[in-house]
């Protein structure tokens, strides 16, 4: 099963040519490489090297990019993660793949790793219609009780929405309401944290996009609902007036 992280290039984290830093996306691979080396171990693990990685092609500012993460050979106390990068171009729709490479993780004061998950733990699959897109929660993003912000939980689920409402428009998007936030469950500092969504209903020019929070602590593969929410995203033109999704 791979896991998925998805973000969006802004111009904090490009270079003078417009285009992703080599070094941030590196940085999402690495991520996206231990995430899904820590669910498939359920052990501790570091990254001990990679492969050679080619840089293909280019992100730009504007674009998504997904990191995609695989594991692709298990040893006694080590794995290897398989890594891709795309862009994609939401208004257009175009993709391109970026960078592909293999990161080596080790599990730490492991003797033998677990090459599953262990039973009776829900992992939901790909072969539905909502977009998932992983992340970790490091400490920058707790308060003093050492569970993620709630801010920082309606950034990841606002951008889920803007992600989910463009590529089924291919237009420019904004956000023009929300509906009720429930939280229900905290997210704790290094949990994995998943955001699912999908279009709800779609009118003239808008959107309603649903939008879950899960967290999964990736030692046990304990997975908790921890919020759902709706955001209304509307279609605008480049004065910004609601512009017709047909």
Known sequence: MSIRLIDMVFPGDA???????????????????????????????????????????????????????????????????????????????????????LFNMVALGADQLTLSPPPGIDIPTEADDWLRAADMVFPGTTNHYGTLFGGDALKLMGKAAFVAATRRARKVVVMAATHRIDFSTPIREGDMVETASRVKTTGRSSLTIEVQLWAEDLLNGRRSHSATAEFVMVAVDQSGRPEPLG
């Open 15 to 101: 270079n003078h040519h417009g285009t992703l830093f080599g070094g941030v996306g590196l940085a999402h691979l690495d991520k996206v490489a231990f995430l899904a080396a820590s669910r498939h171990a359920r052990r501790t693990v570091v990254t001990a090297g990679c492969e050679r990685i080619d840089f293909a092609a280019p992100a730009r500012i504007g674009e998504m990019v997904e990191a995609v993460g695989r594991v692709v050979r298990t040893g006694r106390t080590s794995l290897g993660v398989e890594v891709e990068l795309h862009a994609e171009a939401l208004l257009s729709g175009e993709r391109r793949l970026c960078t592909r490479g």
